[in-house]
């Protein structure tokens, strides 16, 4: 299973999760998605849970033109 998160500060929550020992999956990542027109990013990364669930922690990053 893999659950997506909304957060306000991924870099931050990103930081105190590695401090304290959170088994990463998916590093701290920019990333940007097509969506029509424009491209819309997240700040986003993944850790596993003790179950190995795997929890999505996304920052919006808002919108941009779309490269052609």
């Not at 795997?54 to 919108?63: C, M, P, T, V």
Request: proline share 1%.
């Amino acid at each position: 299973m893999n659950l997506e998160i909304a957060v306000d500060d991924a870099a931050t929550l990103y930081d105190s999760l590695v401090t304290g020992g959170a088994r990463i999956f998916l590093e701290l990542e920019e990333r940007w998605y097509r969506r029509g027109e424009a491209e819309v990013g997240n700040l986003q990364f993944v850790a596993m849970d003790p179950d190995g669930y795997l929890l999505r922690f996304a920052q919006d990053l808002g919108q941009r033109e779309g490269n052609t």
